[in-house]
C-alpha cells in the first residue's frame, strides 16, 4: 500500500506539482499586495494628514461625478484612519465583471492618480485563480489542482510518518549537514510537515472557491445559502435614472455614524433607486479579521435606521463563513500571518524542485541499475545453448561474485554458454541439471559458507541424489591468516566428490587474491575452451587501478585510560566519487606500499557518503614485534597528510535491506564502525526503528561514540539501546547476554520484520551472537533469516 501512496505522490508531483508552482509562485507575490502597491504610490491610497474636517459621503459622490460625469457610482470606501483615500468604485463597462477604482482626496475632494502596478497584480491574479483561462474552465481547473496539492499534503504526511509519533524533533528537524538526495529528502518531507496545516487552509478554500456544488453544500451547512446561480448569473439590466431628486446621503450617513461610533471602514452602496434603502457594510476597530463585517440598512430620505445586524450577533455559520478569505490571504492573524502565508506559498515553488531532483535522481539510479543488469546479462549470454556450463559462486564481500564473472566472461568470449548463479539461490536438484559446474567459493570466519550460501550448503549436505554425471572445479578463497583456510571451498569439494561428481582438476586455493593460484585457474578455464583455443585468461582479485590516493586527515583516540588495546577514529579525505554503501569494506596499503609480502589490510568503513570524508575506527595491534603491520600505520607511524591507498569493496552481504523494515544492530568493540554506518544512513533516511545492542569493557573508557550514539537516542531514532560493559563493576556481561535477557522484544522484532545485522570480532562475540539467536528464536528460523537476506554479519 506504501509502495503504491509512493507511486502516486510522485506522480501527481512532477505533473500537477509543476503548475502548483506557479500557484505559489503567484500566491507569495499576492501575499503583499497591498503593502506593495502602497509603497510604489505614496499619496494615492494615503495623503498628508490635515487639519480640514474629512469630506463626508455625500461631498465625495459629487466630487466623483465632477471627475467622471459619464459614470456611475456603485460604492464608496471610507477609512476611519487620518489620511486615507476615499475609495470610489464606478459601474463597469457592458460586457466586464469589474469596474474601475479612483481614489479621491478625503479633505478635499480632489482626483487622485491612478495606481502604477494594480494592472500586473490584476494580471497575477488572474494567473493565480483562472490560470488565465476564462473565468469557469480556469475555476475547474485551480479546483482540480487543489485537491492535487491536498493529496499531495496528506500522501506526504503519511510517507513519513515516523514510528515515534509524539517525538516532535522527527517531525520538525532534520540535519543541515547531509548532502545530496538525503538532504533533498529532508528538506522536503521537514518543510513539508512545517507548512502543513496552511496547505491545507488553501486547499479546503481553493476547492470552496472552484466548485458551485461544493461550495453550496458547505453554505448549506453553514446556513449562508447563496441565491440561486441562474438569478446570479444573469445579465445585469441597464441602471434607470433615479426618480425625483437624488437624497442627500448626509441623513443616512449621520444615522450610521451614530449607531456604529467604532467604525474602522464602511463600506457604502449607493442604490439605483431613490426611493430604495442605503446598505452599509462596515468593519469594527475591534473586529477579529477584515471580513468581519456588520450590515446596516438606512432609509435615504428619512435617515430612519432600518436594519443594523452585528457581526457578533451572525450565526456561528456565517461567521465562520467570513474567515476563510481572510484565512486564504493570512490577514486573520494579522502581518504574522501574511508572513507565513507568503513563506508556505513561496515553499510550492521549492517543493517542485526538491521534488524534481529527487525524481530524476531516482531515474538516473534506476537507468544505472538497468545497465547494470544488461550488462550483466551480455556477459553470462551467448555461445552454445545446449550444454552450458553452471559458473556459481558464494560471496561475502563481493570478491567471488567477481572472479566469476571475470571467469565467465572468459568462457563467454571463447564461445562456450555460462549460466552465472548465486548459491543463495541454487539448490541441489537446479545444480543436477548441468553437466559442468564451476564454483568459485569465499570463506567466512573460521571456515564457514558465507551467509548467502548458508542454505546452499546445508539443503547440499542433506541431499541423497547422485552426481556422477557432472564434472566440477572448485576455486577457494581464503585468508591463511585464519585456521580453517578455505574450509567451506573444503567443505563443498569433498561433498561434491562423495556425491559422484567428477573434477574437472583439483581444488585452488586462492590466499589473499594471490596471483598465482589465480593464473592456474586460468588455465584450467582453458580447458574448458578447447585445445585450439589462443585466448588468455587474465583474472585478478584486485587491480592497482583500483586504489585510489587518499590522504590521512585525522585521528582521534576514542578510549583514553582503556584496559584494552588503543581505539582510533581514522579520517581519510579524498575524492568521494559514486560513494559507497553503508556496511562497504576498504582496502588499505600500509605506508610501505609494495614492499615485499606487504598485503593490503581490510577495514569496515564507519561513515557514508554525505559525511564527505571516510572515516575507520581502527583497533591498535600489538605483539611481539611490535605495533600490527597496518594498524601500527594508521594510528601512531603515519603523520596527518600522508598518503593512504584505498579500495573501496562493495559488501553485499552486509548491506541495508533492499526494503525498509525495523533494523536491529549488534556488535562489539571496532565493530561500532560497520553499524556507525548503517546507523547514519538511517538516520539521514529518517527511519526510525532501530535497536543498537553494543558491547565494550568499561563505561569510564571505552563509550566509544557515545555522543553521537545518545543524540540518535534523543532524537528518536533508536528507541531500544542496550550499552553492555562486560568490566565493569556492575558485571554487565556481554552483548550475547543482554539479548538472552530481552529475547521476547527480540522475537517480537523479528517477527515484526526486522533485519539483524552484526558487526564485530569472530572469536567470542559473533559466535555467542549466532548461538543466542538460535536459542532464542530456533536455529531453523535462523537460518531462514539467513536466506531471506535478514541475518547479515561483517565480522573479522
Same mark, same amino acid.
Given at each position: 500500500?506504501?509502495k503504491?501512496?509512493? @507511486?502516486?505522490?510522485w506522480?501527481?508531483? /512532477? ?8 500557484? *505559489? ?32 459621503? @455625500? ?17 464608496? /470606501? ?29 479633505? &478635499? ?19 493565480? %485563480?483562472f ?44 540535519? &543541515?549537514?547531509?548532502? *545530496? ?42 446556513g ?36 456604529? !461610533? ?17 446598505? $452599509? ?16 440598512? /438606512? ?22 463563513q ?11 492573524? *494579522? ?32 537507468? $544505472? ?8 546479462k ?9 550444454d552450458?556450463?553452471?559458473?556459481a ?10 572472479l ?11 564461445g ?12 541441489? !536438484? ?35 541424489q ?14 591463511r ?36 593460484a ?7 578455464l ?28 585525522? %585521528?582521534?583516540l576514542?578510549?583514553?585510560?582503556? $584496559?584494552?588495546f ?8 579524498g ?8 556496511g ?30 571516510m ?7 600489538q ?10 600505520w594508521?594510528?601512531?607511524?603515519a603523520?596527518?597528510g ?17 526494503t ?5 544492530y ?9 553499524? %556507525?554506518s548503517h546507523?547514519?544512513?538511517r538516520v ?6 532501530n ?21 540518535? %537516542? ?17 558485571g554487565?556481561?556481554?552483548? @550475547? ?6 529475547a ?18 569472530? @572469536?567470542?562475540?559473533? *559466535? ?13 528460523q ?6 531471506e537476506?535478514?541475518?547479515r554479519?561483517?565480522?573479522?
Open positions: 500500500m506504501k503504491l501512496w509512493f @507511486q502516486l505522490h506522480f501527481v508531483g /512532477i505533473t500537477a506539482g509543476t503548475v502548483l508552482m506557479v500557484i *505559489g509562485l503567484t500566491g507569495a507575490i499576492l501575499a503583499f499586495r497591498e503593502q506593495i502597491l502602497d509603497a510604489l504610490n505614496p499619496g494615492v491610497r494615503n495623503v498628508a494628514v490635515q487639519s480640514a474636517a474629512v469630506l463626508g459621503p @455625500q461631498q465625495i459622490m459629487l466630487a466623483a461625478k465632477a471627475a467622471k460625469p459619464h459614470e456611475r457610482v456603485t460604492s464608496i /470606501i471610507f477609512y476611519d484612519t487620518p489620511g486615507s483615500s476615499a475609495r470610489v468604485g464606478l459601474a463597469p463597462p457592458p460586457g466586464q465583471r469589474k469596474g474601475e477604482t479612483i481614489y479621491l482626496n478625503p479633505y &478635499t475632494g480632489a482626483l487622485l492618480a491612478e495606481l502604477d502596478g494594480e494592472d500586473f497584480f490584476e494580471w497575477v491574479e488572474q494567473l493565480h %485563480r490560470l488565465l483561462l476564462p473565468r469557469d474552465p480556469g475555476k475547474m481547473v485551480s479546483g482540480t489542482l487543489a485537491f492535487c496539492l491536498m493529496g499531495l499534503a496528506l500522501t506526504g504526511l503519511y510517507l513519513r510518518w515516523p514510528r515515534r509519533v509524539w517525538d516532535w524533533r522527527t517531525w520538525l528537524t532534520f540535519d &543541515t549537514r547531509m548532502k *545530496g538526495r538525503s538532504f533533498l529528502w529532508g528538506l522536503h518531507s521537514v518543510a513539508g510537515t512545517w507548512v502543513m496545516v496552511v496547505f491545507l487552509m488553501f486547499t479546503a478554500s481553493g476547492v470552496y472557491w472552484a466548485f458551485d456544488p461544493i461550495r453550496d453544500m458547505a453554505d448549506g451547512w453553514m449562508t445559502l447563496r441565491p440561486p446561480r441562474e438569478a446570479a448569473a444573469a445579465k445585469p439590466k441597464a441602471p434607470k435614472p433615479l426618480k425625483g431628486e437624488a437624497p442627500d446621503l448626509s441623513i443616512s450617513w449621520e444615522t450610521f455614524q451614530k449607531n456604529a !461610533p467604532n467604525w474602522q471602514m464602511a463600506f457604502l452602496r449607493p442604490p439605483e433607486r431613490a426611493t430604495q434603502p442605503l446598505q $452599509i457594510l462596515w468593519v469594527a476597530k475591534d473586529a477579529p479579521h477584515v471580513r468581519a463585517r456588520s450590515s446596516m440598512s /438606512i432609509n435615504q430620505q428619512t435617515g430612519a435606521l432600518l436594519k443594523n445586524e452585528l457581526y457578533a450577533d451572525k450565526p456561528v455559520g456565517a461567521r465562520f467570513s474567515t476563510i478569505y481572510p484565512l486564504h490571504l493570512g490577514t486573520y492573524f *494579522g502581518v504574522i500571518g501574511q508572513i507565513i502565508v507568503f513563506i508556505a506559498a513561496l515553499a510550492l515553488p521549492g517543493f517542485g524542485i526538491t521534488g524534481w531532483m529527487l525524481y530524476l535522481n531516482r531515474r538516473k539510479q534506476k537507468r $544505472i541499475a538497468m545497465a547494470e543488469r544488461a550488462q550483466f551480455a556477459s553470462t549470454a551467448g555461445g552454445n545453448t545446449d552450458p556450463v553452471l559458473m559462486y558464494a560471496s561475502q564481500t563481493g570478491q567471488a561474485e567477481r566469476a564473472l571475470q571467469s565467465a566472461a572468459a568462457l563467454q568470449k571463447a562456450v554458454a555460462v549460466h552465472v548463479q548465486s548459491l543463495e539461490k541454487l539448490t541441489p !536438484p537446479q545444480l543436477g541439471q548441468y553437466r559442468r559446474a564451476l564454483f568459485v567459493a569465499s570463506s567466512f570466519g573460521e571456515g564457514e559458507p558465507p551467509d548467502s550460501a548458508r542454505r546452499f550448503s546445508r539443503l547440499l549436505g542433506a541431499a541423497a547422485e552426481l556422477k554425471h557432472m564434472q566440477y572445479a572448485v576455486l577457494a578463497l581464503g585468508d591468516n585464519y585456521a580453517e583456510f578455505c574450509g567451506f571451498g573444503r567443505t563443498l569439494d569433498q561433498r561434491l566428490a562423495f556425491m559422484g561428481a567428477q573434477p574437472l582438476h583439483p581444488m585452488i586455493e586462492v590466499d589473499n587474491g594471490d596471483a598465482g589465480l593464473a592456474r585457474w586460468g588455465n584450467a582453458r580447458g574448458l575452451m578447447g585445445e585450439s583455443t589462443t585466448n588468455e585468461v587474465t583474472l585478478t582479485a584486485a587491480d592497482d587501478s583500483d586504489y585510489a590516493s587518499w590522504r590521512l586527515s585525522g %585521528r582521534t576514542l578510549n583514553p585510560g582503556s $584496559i584494552g588503543p581505539l582510533y577514529e581514522i579520517t581519510l579525505s575524492a568521494i566519487g559514486d560513494g559507497w554503501r553503508p562497504a569494506l576498504v582496502d588499505i596499503w600500509p605506508g610501505h606500499y609494495g614492499g615485499k609480502d606487504v598485503a593490503p589490510r581490510r577495514y569496515s568503513l564507519a561513515s557514508v557518503p554525505q559525511d564527505g570524508s572515516q575507520l575506527v581502527v583497533r591498535q595491534v605483539n611481539e614485534q611490535g605495533l600490527g603491520l597496518a594498524s601500527g594508521l594510528t601512531a607511524q603523520a596527518i600522508d598518503e593512504v591507498r584505498v579500495r573501496l569493496i562493495a559488501n553485499p552481504s552486509f548491506d541495508a535491506y533492499p525498509p523494515a525495523p533494523s536491529i549488534i556488535g562489539n568493540g571496532s565493530g561500532i564502525a560497520g553499524l %556507525r546507523l547514519r544512513a539521514l533516511e529518517g527511519a526510525q526503528k535497536w543498537l545492542i553494543f558491547g565494550e569493557r568499561q563505561q569510564e573508557h571505552d563509550a566509544v561514540c557515545a555522543d553521537e550514539i545518545q543524540g540518535w %537516542r534523543a532524537q528518536g531514532f533508536l528507541p531500544e539501546l542496550d550499552l553492555v560493559y562486560s568490566r565493569d563493576v556492575t554487565g556481561g556481554y552483548v @550475547q547476554d543482554c539479548m538472552r535477557e530481552r521476547d522484544l527480540l522475537r517480537a522484532w523479528i517477527n515484526d520484520g526486522a533485519v539483524v545485522y552484526v558487526c564485530g570480532s569472530l @572469536q567470542g562475540m559473533a *559466535g555467542g551472537v549466532d548461538q543466542a539467536l538460535a536459542d532464542i528464536i530456533g536455529r531453523e535462523l537460518e531462514k533469516l539467513a536466506e537476506g535478514r541475518y554479519r561483517d565480522v573479522y
